[in-house]
């Protein structure tokens, strides 16, 4: 059996900013659809893994940074199918010492699950996607199945139009986290054509909408919403460790700092700033994630915060 999860759990969460009137929503706990393959990237990997499978590849190869959930995902689903996993992990301060890998939550699970590392310098990782970078993994590592940085292709979209389903017609606006889009583009694909959906990007990026339109058919009703990426990708402050720490006291749900904890807060403030009309119902989608609060809190402990896990 492959990846064959398919539907996971709408919870409803109240949650009450100081000050302000009491936010209701619903939230799609994709962060519960594996323990290891987390949220989007479980819906991601899902098509991918099987085409490799049917087409007997053995190995699959791909990219991220060294706090990636797409590394982590992989090296899981490698792991829990049979495939051998090869992560080019950008960076190559960290190949300089076995303690990099011993330090870094990600790489370290990722190297659990027997993921094989070459680390490639920041210039060297921007060739990634040319024919003769790639002719050279294939020299240095033999065949294997090529997964884009962040899971995005054709199979992966199709996989995000599993997230909506028949019994989220009755949500008449329906918000994701996003990094390159590929999630975000399936969800729309699916989306009723009563409902709107909202984009929160966690970079700054100007190609989005030009990503989304590759992988989309003609549904209209979405909108980024580009003024929560707090400064770029990964990049933090006190302010968004306090609403992802609040939100969890108050509702028992855990967001990651790099996506969805950046989409709550985006939500929520929307929200004071009566940007949603009081009738509409909310779903906001949990991409999972998790594992990245580990690696974010390593960073963090210098400047005394802390995210609740
Ligand atoms: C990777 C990731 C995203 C972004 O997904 P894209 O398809 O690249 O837009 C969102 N949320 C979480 C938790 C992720 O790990």
Known sequence: MLLNLTESPNQEVVYHPKGFEPLKLWIKRDDLLHEHISGNKYRKLKYNVEFAFQNGYNTLLTFGGAFSNHIAATAAAGNELGFKTIGIIRGDELSEKEDMIRENPTLQFAKECGMQFKFVSRSDYRLKDTEDFIDKLKNEFGEFYLVPQGGTNALAVKGCEEILTENDREFDIVCCAMGTGGTISGIINTAFSHQKVLGFPALKDDFLEKEIKNYIHNFENWELIKAYHFGGFAKMNQDLVHFINDFKMQTSITLDPIYTGKMFFGIVDLHKKGY?????????????????????????????????E
């Not at 009081?278 to 994630?289: D, F, S």
């Not at 594992?291 to 809190?297: A, E, H, L, T, V």
Request: glycine share 16%; no cysteine.
């Open 276 to 308: 949603f009309d009081k009738n509409k119902r909310i779903l906001a989608i949990h991409t999972g994630g998790l594992q990245g609060i580990k690696g974010m809190n390593f960073r963090l402990q210098s400047r005394g915060h802390s995210i609740l």
